[in-house]
């Protein structure tokens, strides 16, 4: 660390401006509060974990000079320090998926990389690929016979779509002709290995690339019978879920979710004569958002399905009457006997369907009237809609974890301004057994810690609530000024405001700096209703801006220090696109924005996450929105940050924005960081550098400071990560959750 004579020499630097905001102080607490504040909660839990077989589950908590594990025993209420005798495991006891299909991403016949043969579930026959067709062999033989014959090089069976009924009489698969192999070629300027550089190019789908065609079959595998199931019923597939038979054999099903998301059908396939019928679709004027529900915060879905008596009846997600919700149907008909759960309010995920006491256990948004609707709370409810029951009630943001027995469950809730409180509880009566811990953030308040502020204001429409928080620097004096920076990520797949208890977030290392740092939940995003998410439809380009002004303007008209003269705005990836949009579509209202990693035109995005709210096929919609198209628009003071190894947002993206801008001879800053993926400047090696560049960035050109001439320190001051600083994986809290855990938990949800 820097020394006192040292800092008074770098002061002498800084012109007397800088006495006020955007200070060497303000750098140096910036820098270190982190790392200051990390450790100041005592008692604070982790996640707990079941121990397979057993009532016992452990858990890890925050202690002063580091942490312990807590070891409790449900069935005895002993709860003590966890010690070498105790043998830690895990546990399944999480809830499954159920019988449903239903997911996301790629599915049906593309993305496996194992390659082992499906072996029958009577354990005699292994089934594998043999030139592009199915073939059949016993276990343990070298050799055995094709059952398929239809096979090609363009247009094959892939093995990891088949699935063995379960007598071991029949196998189902799919047949996939490839659509479009577009590739993303890169050179690594700077390799480490050598001087010069080199190249490589990944598989990239792009809107409006013809995709892979699957087409489903089945085989009475003795005498090689094949059956192709007519596709009138899904001639447009963006995907088909993974074959799933029932249990009697009659049949099997899948789920269609076709090209342009306005469908999605479930379908079951007769296997005595091939015939496909419909079981439930599901429409919209809109998008049909087909992941799998569940209960994140940054990513989400609506689509559920569990069948009940082997397909005779099934629960499905639906938002047909403008929210999710519960519906039974019948399995013979496709009609819906009633609607299980209903309400202006969410279902975010079934937790478990008990089908032998005829209950869900789900958890839900929105239903507590007086509480963010954006809080996750549990409930038990029969099969017929009565009986619901609150197995949480706390005002806060509820994580619940079941035993493997569902007969106790630990229910852990917070808020940004609350510490954590863990309990033990029954299932049955949702009594508290015992309070397992209540953390203690009285050390974090003596440090100047002050939690973020809830702020909400009207939307648009004037009647619906927009959420929000708002971080002032520790050395806030109201009877000054601030400019306001906005934390923005717009995705429609999920909501973005934080609303757990943290000791620190990167927003707060920003305002040191003296700054107003807020971050806001505009329509478009999810965890609402049908109508608030639908604002994204074909209009990316909104990214909630009409409810952001809108809450700034109620937070200056409340706040004096608030000061909307003075707005800039930051984000990565889709934050990337939304912030350069901000000055590009509201350039009276943002003044200055950093972009990291812009997927700035949706045309040159990928495939499954732009067609989702910007529909199929492409249309005008796609240059409404685009920042390249609208570049000529741009008033404001811009840095675009991109790595140059982007693999998930194509680079190109942020080179053709630079482009349309230069061909409209419009002033900007850019910075490409060579080597680095999708995360550069915000996570991994560059984070530091990106951190300073960010903060230097806003200094300048909103509190009109000059900034430490960086390139005459100690390298030790030069680097943000000095102090702690808000690179690597601490350093997330700066743009919330990272896109890589975002796109693993949309893979995670493919069945």
């Given at each position: 660390m820097i020394n006192i004579r040292q800092l008074a020499t770098l002061v002498l630097l800084l012109p007397a401006a800088a006495f006020a905001q955007g200070t060497m102080a303000d750098y140096q607490r910036a820098q270190a509060v982190q790392k200051r504040w990390s450790s100041l909660v005592v008692n604070s839990p982790d996640a707990p974990v079941w121990i397979d077989g057993t009532s016992k589950f452990w858990y890890r908590k925050t202690v002063k000079g580091g942490s312990e594990v807590v070891v409790v025993d449900a069935a005895t209420l002993e709860k003590r320090p966890a010690t070498g005798a105790d043998t830690i495991g895990t546990s399944g006891g999480r809830g499954g998926r159920g019988g449903g299909g239903g997911g996301g991403g790629s599915g049906g016949g593309r993305g496996a990389v194992a390659e082992l043969p499906r072996i029958s579930p009577d354990g005699k026959l292994a089934a594998y690929i043999d030139n592009f067709n199915i073939a059949v062999k016993p276990v343990g033989a070298a050799e055995g016979v094709r059952i398929s014959a239809d096979g090609s090089e363009g247009n094959a069976y892939t093995l990891n779509s088949v699935v063995w009924s379960p007598n071991s009489r029949m196998i189902a698969a799919y047949r996939v002709r490839p659509g479009y192999r577009r590739m993303v070629r890169y050179v690594e300027s700077s390799p480490a290995d050598?001087?010069?550089?080199?190249?490589?190019?990944?598989?990239?789908?792009?809107?409006?690339?013809?995709?892979?065609?699957?087409?489903?079959?089945?085989?009475?595998?003795?005498?090689?019978?094949?059956?192709?199931?007519?596709?009138?019923?899904?001639?447009?597939?963006?995907?088909?879920?993974?074959?799933?038979?029932?249990?009697?054999?009659?049949?099997?099903?899948?789920?269609?979710?076709?090209?342009?998301?306005?469908?999605?059908?479930?379908?079951?396939?007769?296997?005595?004569?091939?015939?496909?019928?419909?079981?439930?679709?599901?429409?919209?004027?809109?998008?049909?958002?087909?992941?799998r529900a569940n209960v994140g915060l940054a990513d989400s879905g609506r689509q559920f399905r569990f069948d009940l008596d082997d397909?005779?009846?099934?629960?499905?997600?639906?938002?047909?009457?403008?929210?999710?919700?519960?519906?039974?149907?019948?399995?013979?008909?496709?009609?819906?006997?009633?609607?299980?759960?209903?309400?202006?309010?969410?279902?975010?995920?079934?937790?478990?369907?008990?089908?032998?006491?005829?209950?869900?256990?789900?958890?839900?948004?929105?239903?507590?009237?007086?509480?963010?609707?954006?809080?996750?709370?549990?409930?038990?409810?029969?099969?017929?809609?009565?009986?619901?029951?609150?197995?949480?009630?706390?005002?806060?943001?509820?994580?619940?974890?079941?035993?493997?027995?569902?007969?106790?469950?630990?229910?852990?809730?917070?808020?940004?301004?609350?510490?954590?409180?863990?309990?033990?509880?029954?299932?049955?009566?949702?009594?508290?057994?015992?309070?397992?811990?209540?953390a203690d953030a009285t050390g974090l308040g003596k440090a100047g810690w002050r939690a973020p502020e809830v702020f909400v204001a009207k939307g648009r429409d004037g009647t619906t609530d927009i959420w929000g928080v708002i971080i002032r620097p520790t050395n806030f004096d109201p009877k000054k000024t601030y400019p306001v920076i906005e934390n923005i990520y717009a995705g429609p797949q999920g909501s973005f405001v934080p609303k757990t208890f943290s000791p620190w977030v990167g927003m707060q290392s920003i305002a040191e700096l003296g700054f107003i740092v807020v971050q806001i939940d505009g329509m478009g995003t999810a965890h609402r209703s049908k109508a608030f998410h639908d604002v994204a439809w074909k209009n990316?380009?909104?990214?909630?801006?009409?409810?952001?002004?809108?809450?700034?303007?109620?937070?200056?008209?409340?706040?004096?220090?608030?000061?909307?003269?003075?707005?800039?705005?930051?984000?990565?990836?889709?934050?990337?696109?939304?912030?350069?949009?901000?000055?590009?579509?509201?350039?009276?209202?943002?003044k200055a924005a950093v972009s990291f990693a812009g997927c700035h035109d949706n045309r040159m995005d990928k495939v499954w996450w732009n067609e989702l709210w910007m529909g199929w096929p492409i249309d005008a919609s796609y240059e409404t929105s685009s920042n390249m198209v609208n570049a000529d628009k741009l008033q404001g003071k811009l840095l675009l940050v991109w790595g140059e190894l982007d693999t998930n947002v194509d680079p190109s993206s942020s080179m053709q924005v630079v482009n349309a801008l230069i061909k409209n001879n419009k002033s900007f800053d850019m910075m490409i960081m060579p080597g680095e993926d999708h995360p550069a400047g915000r996570r991994g090696p560059s984070a530091p550098y990106g951190d300073r560049k960010l903060w230097d960035f806003f200094v300048h050109n909103l509190l009109g400071v000059e900034t430490p001439r960086w390139n005459t320190l100690p390298n030790g001051m030069r680097n943000a990560a000095d102090g702690a600083g808000t690179g690597g994986d601490l350093g997330a809290g700066m743009f919330g959750p990272s896109w890589e855990s975002i796109r693993e938990s949309w893979n995670a949800a493919r069945p």
């Open positions: 050598q001087l010069q550089p080199k190249t490589f190019e990944r598989y990239y789908q792009k809107p409006g690339d013809v995709l892979d065609f699957q087409q489903p079959s089945f085989f009475d595998v003795a005498t090689k019978r094949e059956t192709v199931v007519d596709n009138a019923l899904f001639p447009n597939p963006y995907d088909l879920s993974r074959i799933e038979w029932r249990k009697d054999n009659r049949a099997f099903t899948f789920e269609y979710n076709q090209r342009g998301h306005q469908v999605y059908t479930a379908i079951e396939v007769d296997a005595s004569n091939g015939h496909a019928r419909s079981l439930m679709t599901e429409t919209s004027k809109t998008f049909v958002d087909y992941r397909g005779r009846q099934f629960i499905w997600m639906s938002e047909r009457d403008g929210w999710a919700h519960l519906y039974m149907v019948d399995g013979a008909t496709g009609a819906i006997d009633y609607q299980i759960t209903k309400g202006n309010w969410l279902v975010r995920a079934v937790q478990r369907v008990d089908e032998v006491n005829k209950q869900i256990i789900f958890a839900a948004g929105g239903m507590v009237a007086k509480q963010d609707p954006y809080f996750v709370q549990y409930y038990r409810i029969n099969f017929d809609g009565t009986g619901l029951t609150p197995l949480t009630d706390a005002d806060g943001y509820h994580t619940v974890t079941f035993s493997a027995d569902y007969k106790y469950y630990v229910d852990t809730w917070s808020r940004v301004d609350l510490a954590p409180v863990m309990q033990l509880r029954q299932t049955s009566d949702a009594k508290v057994i015992i309070d397992l811990e209540k990316l380009g909104d990214a909630g801006f009409p409810d952001r002004i809108l809450w700034h303007k109620a937070a200056a008209a409340k706040y004096p220090w608030y000061d909307i003269s003075r707005v800039g705005i930051y984000g990565g990836s889709a934050g990337g696109q939304n912030s350069l949009g901000a000055l590009l579509f509201h350039p009276e209202f943002y």
